[in-house]
């Protein structure tokens, strides 16, 4: 979608729901779905791993983290997703 700038919490959405929809998915893979650059999903999904929402499979997939689907679980707006920042600065 040129044009149209997405906040963080709605590429962390859709790298989400990619994943709910795909058991697992390489950045690249999960780059091409949501139109963006692939640097760009792979600091969301850093992001995601840290709050607990995704991990790192074997090959460099990611995939969600299994819960117990309980309501109270926070979403990724609630999240400090995209407002943590990395001291790396190959981030």
Do not use: K, W
Request: charged content about 25%; some cysteine.
């Amino acid at each position: 979608m040129p044009g149209r700038e997405f906040t963080q919490q709605e590429r962390a959405r859709g790298i989400l729901e990619a994943l709910a929809e795909t058991s697992q998915a390489t950045t690249t893979e999960l780059a091409t779905a949501l139109e963006t650059h692939p640097l760009t999903v792979e600091r969301h999904c850093r992001a995601l791993q840290r709050a607990g929402y995704v991990r790192r499979c074997t090959g460099g997939a990611y995939a969600l983290v299994e819960t117990d689907l309980d309501s109270s679980a926070p979403s990724p707006d609630d999240a400090t997703v995209g407002r943590q920042r990395s001291t790396n600065p190959a981030d």
